[in-house]
């Protein structure tokens, strides 16, 4: 999932399918992030993996991004990408908490 296709920049179409389905397996798996500190907390195994999915995320993220830069369909520079990836990916990440 948090590949993208091709050697093509990503579009807005790209963008709206990795997001949807992020958001559809992050709710399939909801178990795990309701209450994620919490259990990332009593178990480092899981937080060390934890932490290279947020890597990987984030990458992805960025990509998108400068996808969508590339394509002339976002106007941003490498700063502003960096923190909107970053942005993105603690919104995706932590919205269950948030909700609870």
């Known amino acids: 999932l948090l590949r993208l296709p091709g050697e093509l920049p990503a579009d807005v ?7 949807h389905l992020l ?4 709710w399939k798996h909801r178990f795990i992030y309701r209450d ?9 195994r899981l937080e060390t993996h934890f932490k290279r999915l947020l890597a990987r995320k984030t990458e992805a993220a960025r990509a998108l991004c400068t996808g969508l830069a590339r394509r002339g369909e976002m106007i941003a520079n490498e700063q502003e990408i960096d923190t909107l990836a ?12 948030f909700e609870y």
């Open 23 to 26: 958001f559809e397996t992050i």
């Open 36 to 44: 994620l500190n919490d259990l990332l907390s009593r178990n480092r």
């Open 13 to 19: 179409e790209d963008a709206w399918l990795v997001l």
């Open 86 to 97: 970053t942005n993105m990916v603690v919104v995706a990440t932590y919205w269950l908490s």
